[in-house]
């Protein structure tokens, strides 16, 4: 017996300090930290985002209150070369997975600026294309995914409110024109929308509440 209980004892002792995975199974992550996301935010992302997400510069997008899910795919795809753009691969490559955890984390509590349009001519067309789409041309409105306030859905599509014009025309564009290619639906809207309908959305966006 007391062999069996030294036995049983070193058994205990020389097992995994974690447990085994069944096949398929992926290791639990690490728990999020916001404060660690806004110290990595501010030494790597705020020159161009400002210091709480909301960008100042009109090509350069805001981030603040944006879903965590999406940020965080963004990020892996900048890294992976899924999404091209030099200067943010540059910028993901040197973060890990829990760097774009914690940093979509904080970017989420950052409260988001308003926007306004500034097109007064185009509003019209624009809130048309985004509420109700273009049916004779098969073009799908913009709310069906991103919420008739521009608030996304959280784990699937991203928030637009407020969001630059310039931007956002940036963004169509370059889905038109397969510049950007990591997003099958929008590149399927985006293929059909002409240089004014496209300016008369992100504008329409912008002054989204």
């Known amino acids: 017996m007391k062999l069996l209980a030294s036995l049983l004892t070193a058994a205990i002792f020389a097992a995994p300090a974690f447990p085994v995975l069944a096949a398929g199974e992926t ?73 774009m955890q914690n940093i979509s984390a904080w970017l989420h509590t950052q409260k988001p600026k308003d926007g306004f349009a500034k097109e007064k001519d185009l509003i019209a067309l624009g809130e048309r294309i985004y509420r109700g789409g273009i049916q004779d041309r098969s073009i799908a409105a913009c709310a069906s995914c991103h919420s008739p306030n521009g608030a996304g859905m959280p784990a699937q ?9 310039d931007y956002t025309v940036k963004t169509l564009t370059a889905f038109r024109d397969g510049v950007r290619s990591n997003s099958i639906p929008m590149t399927q809207v985006a293929a ?18």
Not at 77 to 99: I, T
Not at 157 to 165: I, K, S, T, V
């Open 157 to 165: 599509y991203p928030r637009l409110a407020g969001q630059h014009a």
């Open 27 to 99: 290791p639990p992550t690490a728990k999020v930290d916001a404060t660690k996301g806004q110290a990595s935010y501010g030494a790597i992302c705020a020159s161009c985002h400002a210091a709480d997400g909301n960008s100042t510069v009109a090509l350069q997008p805001k981030l603040a209150g944006q879903h965590p899910e999406y940020l965080i795919k963004q990020l892996r795809e900048f890294k992976d070369g899924k999404r091209n753009d030099p200067v943010m691969k540059g910028f993901a490559a040197s973060l890990s997975e829990g760097d």
């Open 192 to 209: 059909k929308l002409n240089d004014r309908e496209i300016k008369a959305v992100a504008d329409y966006i912008a002054g989204l509440r």
